[in-house]
């Protein structure tokens, strides 16, 4: 009898990413590994609506072709859940010039695209919420032990922003990174 565990992940899992990414590779290899979470949501006024701890695990798939991340959560605390899980594949498409990422949370019936790449010293991926308002995640703050993911929201066609998620990740080990202004 086989595992097919090990046999999804043999297939599934690679080590680098592929050479045929070139210099988009390094985009996205910076975050392979596990990082360390301090997860905060906020209500549209503003107000932090709910804070805690989590796990994010970034890793090379499909022969490096494409990375995929999973996002863990444990706001058990707060709603008698044990965890939250999520994930996440991107992969950059030399036709568009973009990474394209497709980001699923099946106990919540979610699926969300986005596309986008580097701007300057940040990422930022750019898509549309089921109400038509726009969505941005980005990465700031990017350094080789910390980087702030945020996630804002739109519904003046991008003239403003409101931020609804502000997620603070360090490596294991590290200091967590200062919450930017």
Not at 4 to 26: F, I, K, T
Not at 77 to 95: E, H, K, M, Q, W
Not at 164 to 169: F, I, K, R
Request: with cysteine.
């Amino acid at each position: 009898m086989t595992d097919a565990r090990s046999e999804l992940a043999a297939v599934l899992l690679a080590d680098d990413p592929h050479a045929s990414l070139g210099d988009q590779a390094r985009i996205f290899d910076r975050f392979a590994g596990t990082w360390d979470c301090d997860y905060t949501h906020f209500a549209a006024d503003g107000a932090v609506a709910e804070r805690y701890p989590g796990q994010l695990v970034f890793g090379w798939i499909i022969d490096g072709r494409a990375m995929q991340d999973v996002w863990i959560g444990y706001p058990a605390a707060l709603t008698r859940r044990a965890r939250s899980i999520g994930t996440s594949v991107r992969f950059f498409d030399a036709t568009s010039g973009l990474w394209k990422v497709v980001f699923i949370m099946p106990e919540a019936g979610v699926i969300t695209t986005v596309t986008g790449g580097a701007v300057g010293d940040r990422i930022v991926l750019e898509g549309e919420n089921l109400d038509h308002s726009l969505r941005r995640w980005s990465f700031n703050d990017i350094r080789p032990d910390s980087f702030t993911w945020r996630g804002e929201r739109s519904e003046d066609e991008g003239k403003t922003w409101r931020t609804t998620a502000e997620y603070q990740m360090t490596r294991p080990g590290s200091q967590p990174a200062s919450p930017s202004s």
